[in-house]
């Protein structure tokens, strides 16, 4: 089969570093650690996994992150995978074949891949307090080399080890628990946003709005940010929505998918963003020694659905005393100045995947969920898919993805079909 692997080598990864300024695209070329090659294709780990044909499969902004270097080379996650990479988790697929243990009628269906390798997929007995609760984004297992029945190597799903072959491959394996039947009433390209958008709805969920009266931003205009509007909107908030977006293109998503307004961050200075939100929230900006600024006043609730250190530090900022960050962009804090955490008292959330989630007094996976909203009507998708390729036209695609502002990216998806 074909499929894109990713290898990392220490010495490769520091000349792409310092050659980025300059040329950019070294992470594209053969120093980057990326190709597409022939491979053999994964063995079932055991009789109750199958085996799926990749149909479509989005570019995740972490997999971008990766690629670009944004993660810190001593980046924690690095226990949570292993190389090569296989990559690739964002998927709508169909099965091709079933272990003896499986049902065959699932055989030619079409599928969402639920891509976390939590405890149950391991064939970890007993489950940890998390998988036990149904919290399996927080699966305390995602580290087990060789643990559980299965013998898995570490990694938090499919796509970030190289045991099971990723979603960027014609073919891959996965667990029968993590199969999530895909209605006829469902386009394999609405299907393919079940991820980012499921990713979102976890988040809006975590925050536990309980009335319409919070004031809310969403800090990025990405599919995160623009899926966490729409999962505001599809679960019933009819408050107040400000999207901070870079891009006028974003800007009007944004609007589509239910924003009150639009926050324009794109060639402005600090302290013009600053005191815009101060005058949509009544707060005042101060500003202290080195240009330092700091807001009294804010938002009850934020969502930083960027993950940069420009992001977390205004999202602290930008929040009310009391009132709540959610965080849901993959990244890192170091360089962020803290303070107004404890010295507002705000609540930080962290947001990571998906789960089992109770709503409306059910207990529902956030992949059917998404997929019962799409069903409905209530979660947009209209103009979320920007752009598809081949396989072979990667690196032509993830270009695309990581400049998103000239292209007016919003998901890119290799198309299998």
């Given at each position: 089969?074909?499929?894109?692997?990713?290898n990392i080598?220490?010495?490769?990864?520091?000349?792409?570093k310092?050659?980025?300024?300059?040329w950019?695209?070294?992470?594209?070329?053969?120093?980057?650690?990326?190709r597409?090659?022939?491979?053999?294709?994964?063995?079932?780990?055991?009789?109750?996994?199958?085996?799926?044909?990749t149909?479509?499969?989005?570019?995740c902004?972490?997999?971008?992150a990766?690629?670009?270097?944004k993660?810190?080379?001593?980046?924690i996650?690095q226990?949570?995978?292993?190389?090569?990479?296989?990559?690739?988790?964002?998927?709508?697929?169909?099965?091709?074949?079933?272990?003896?243990?499986?049902?065959?009628s699932?055989?030619?269906?079409?599928?969402?891949?639920?891509?976390?390798?939590?405890?149950?997929p391991?064939?970890i007995?007993?489950?940890?307090?998390?998988?036990?609760?149904?919290?399996?984004?927080a699966?305390?297992?995602?580290?087990?080399?060789?643990?559980?029945?299965?013998?898995?190597?570490p990694?938090?799903?499919?796509g970030?080890?190289?045991?099971t072959?990723?979603?960027?491959?014609?073919?891959?394996?996965?667990?029968?628990?993590?199969?999530v039947?895909?209605?006829?009433?469902?386009?394999?390209?609405?299907?393919?946003l079940t991820?980012?958008?499921?990713?979102?709805?976890?988040?809006?969920?975590?925050?536990?709005?309980?009335?319409?009266?919070?004031?809310?931003?969403v800090?990025?205009?990405?599919?995160?940010?623009l899926?966490?509007?729409a999962?505001?909107?599809?679960?019933g908030?009819a408050?107040?929505i400000?999207?901070?977006?870079?891009h006028?293109?974003?800007?009007?998503?944004?609007?589509?998918m239910?924003?009150?307004?639009?926050?324009?961050?794109?060639?402005?200075?600090?302290?013009?963003?600053?005191?815009?939100?101060?005058?949509?929230t009544?707060?005042?900006?101060?500003?202290?020694?080195?240009?330092?600024?700091?807001?009294?006043?804010?938002?009850?609730?934020?969502?930083?659905?960027?993950?940069?250190?420009?992001?977390?530090?205004?999202?602290?900022?930008?929040?009310?005393?009391?009132?709540?960050?959610?965080?849901?962009?993959?990244g890192?804090?170091?360089?962020?100045?803290?303070?107004p955490?404890?010295f507002?008292?705000?609540?930080?959330?962290?947001a990571?995947g998906?789960?089992?989630?109770?709503?409306?007094?059910?207990?529902?996976?956030?992949?059917?969920?998404?997929h019962?909203?799409?069903?409905a009507?209530?979660?947009?998708t209209?103009?979320?898919?920007?752009?598809?390729?081949?396989?072979?036209?990667?690196?032509?695609?993830?270009?695309?993805?990581?400049n998103?502002?000239?292209?007016?990216?919003?998901?890119?998806?290799?198309?299998?079909?």
């Open positions: 089969m074909r499929a894109l692997v990713l080598k220490p010495l490769s990864w520091a000349v792409c310092a050659l980025w300024p300059v950019p695209g070294a992470v594209l070329s053969s120093l980057g650690g990326l597409l090659g022939e491979m053999v294709a994964p063995e079932l780990p055991g009789d109750d996994w199958v085996r799926v044909r149909r479509l499969a989005g570019l902004g972490t997999d971008l990766i690629l670009a270097q993660q810190r080379p001593n980046s996650l226990a949570y995978s292993s190389t090569p990479l296989l990559l690739g988790h964002e998927n709508v697929s169909e099965v091709a074949s079933v272990g003896p243990a499986v049902d065959p699932w055989v030619g269906r079409r599928v969402c891949v639920e891509p976390t390798l939590s405890c149950v391991r064939g007995e007993p489950l940890c307090e998390c998988c036990r609760r149904g919290a399996f984004g699966c305390e297992n995602f580290d087990g080399d060789g643990v559980g029945r299965y013998r898995l190597p990694g938090t799903s499919i970030y080890n190289a045991r072959g990723g979603a960027y491959g014609e073919q891959f394996v996965a667990h029968v628990s993590q199969l039947p895909v209605s006829d009433e469902l386009s394999d390209e609405q299907a393919v991820d980012p958008l499921a990713c979102s709805l976890h988040a809006v969920l975590r925050a536990e709005l309980q009335d319409n009266s919070p004031t809310v931003l800090y990025g205009g990405g599919i995160l940010g899926g966490c509007v999962a505001l909107r599809a679960t908030f408050g107040r400000d999207l901070a977006a870079r006028e293109f974003q800007a009007s998503l944004g609007r589509k239910g924003a009150s307004e639009i926050v324009l961050r794109q060639a402005r200075t600090s302290r013009e963003r600053f005191e815009e939100i101060a005058v949509r009544g707060g005042r900006v101060r500003e202290v020694r080195f240009g330092n600024l700091m807001l009294s006043g804010g938002y009850d609730v934020v969502f930083d659905c960027v993950g940069s250190v420009l992001s977390l530090g205004e999202c602290v900022k930008w929040t009310a005393g009391r009132g709540k960050v959610v965080l849901v962009g993959t890192h804090g170091v360089g962020v100045d803290w303070t955490v404890w507002r008292e705000l609540t930080i959330l962290g990571y998906r789960q089992v989630e109770h709503w409306q007094g059910r207990r529902i996976g956030t992949y059917p969920l998404v019962e909203f799409m069903q009507g209530t979660l947009p209209d103009g979320l898919l920007t752009h598809r390729f081949a396989l072979a036209e990667y690196r032509e695609a993830f270009a695309t993805a990581l998103k502002a000239s292209q007016g990216a919003v998901r890119v998806v290799f198309d299998f079909r």
